[in-house]
């Protein structure tokens, strides 16, 4: 048998909602950004609008309208970065619509009042198109922004005697600038999955033992504690499971590192899958893993080492390994080092008073650990707490 085998364990898939690259880019984007990025698109429109007035009294007749289309960038660009920072994706995309909608109408009604200089209107269109290709929270509110945006100035060109043969240009610049905008978004999406998984793949393997998969010592001993605090606030009992795989050392002598690491990586699968999505599982090293149980009393706690000696047991592949589990009820607001070391003694009690997990204490000199095909590794559950 082969050394190494299963000396890493995989990056389970991203999870949804959490490291979600919408939710990331409307925290770390649109929040940030975009109410400059409308304002200030508003202010160079309103300030080319007051240029154009000068020129056309026609301008100045709707300067009413102008003020209220002001009046209303500033408010749609405060609800796009409270919702943004609330990650409201469907509220703050709708939001954007709205505004790309309004934009594109006051660009066009100024067009035809100025004379139907499409070109006015076509330009700042297309502009905030392209410009808005990288805030959008979901692909439909990509689609529906880039119509709200586009659909005002093309109609008035329908609408607009031919004379000129200003129709097919415009509507050429039209395609021209939605291919452009496919594109970009496109383009965009895929550079933030890639980025997102990255970073997705580096905070995991440093919170995760890279063999069991569950949270390594540091990440455990961090979650734990505020987790036991936590219930300790709310008046409700924490259990703290401590458990080890008896005869461990005379596996690795005996059998080769191949075979201890067969059972260190279904122990781990085995506290995933018996425990609780509450429960807190980790390894400390070697062969020893722990399980906090908050707000759950001792006899919660004992029920669920029950549950793992026998799910380890009935998992195949162990022979006749066994657990010896110590289990502590927190006692009025004890520190978690002071409940590890209580789990930790009655752990040993456990397995000095039963002889029996001891492989080699047991009379079973010639175990063999059966090796079946490797056992598929569930994703393990990606604690949101650990990247606050």
């Known amino acids: 048998m082969k050394h190494g085998t299963f000396a890493a364990q995989a990056v389970p898939q991203l999870p949804s909602g959490i490291f979600d690259p919408d939710t990331a880019r409307l925290r770390g984007t649109i929040a940030g950004i975009a ?31 102008l003020v ?29 619509i709205v505004y790309l909608g309004l934009f594109a109408t006051s660009c066009t009604i ?16 297309a502009m905030i198109v392209i410009g808005a290709v990288f805030f959008w929270p979901r692909t439909w509110h990509f689609v529906a922004g880039t119509f709200a945006a586009l659909c005002p100035p093309l109609l008035l060109v329908l609408a ?28 965009s999406q895929r550079s933030e999955v890639r980025s997102v998984r990255l970073a997705f793949e580096v905070a995991y393997r440093a919170s995760h033992d890279g063999l069991t998969g569950v949270l390594n010592r540091a990440q455990w001993t961090d979650l734990a504690r505020r987790q036991l605090n936590s219930a300790y606030d709310a008046g409700r009992p924490s259990t703290l499971l401590v458990i080890d795989v008896d005869g461990f ?28 999505s509450t429960t807190i599982a980790g390894r400390l090293g070697g062969d020893e893993f722990v399980v906090l149980v908050p707000g759950g009393g001792i006899v919660d706690g004992e029920s669920l080492a029950r549950r793992i000696r026998f799910t380890f047991a ?32 009655r752990m040993y009690d456990d397995k000095r008073d039963n002889p029996r997990h001891d492989p ?4 079973r000199p010639d175990l063999r650990i059966v090796t079946p095909e490797p056992v598929s590794v569930s994703a393990a559950r990606v604690v949101s707490a650990a990247y606050d």
């Open 160 to 187: 607009t005697d031919d004379a000129t043969g200003m129709r097919s240009g415009a509507i050429l610049f039209v395609v021209n600038t939605t291919a452009l905008a496919v594109f970009l978004y496109v383009m």
């Open 249 to 276: 050392k005379q596996v690795n002598d005996r059998l080769g590192h191949d075979a201890g690491d067969r059972i260190l990586v279904t122990l781990g699968e085995t506290l995933r899958s018996t425990a609780a």
């Open 110 to 125: 100024v067009a035809n009042a100025i004379g139907g200089e499409i070109r006015f209107s076509l330009g700042y269109c």
């Open 314 to 345: 009935e998992s195949g592949g162990t022979g006749a390994v066994t657990l010896s589990i110590g289990t502590a009820e927190q006692m009025d607001g004890e520190p978690l080092e002071m409940l590890l070391i209580r789990a930790d003694r």
């Open 35 to 65: 109410p400059y990025v409308i304002l200030g698109t508003a202010l160079s429109a309103v300030s080319n609008w007051t240029m154009m007035a000068r020129q056309s009294p026609a301008v100045s007749e709707i300067g009413s309208y």
């Open 360 to 363: 080699i204490r047991a009379g």
């Open 68 to 96: 209220i289309c002001g009046i209303a960038f500033v408010i749609l660009a405060g609800l796009m970065w409270q919702g943004a920072r609330a990650a409201k994706r469907d509220f703050t995309g709708l939001v954007g």
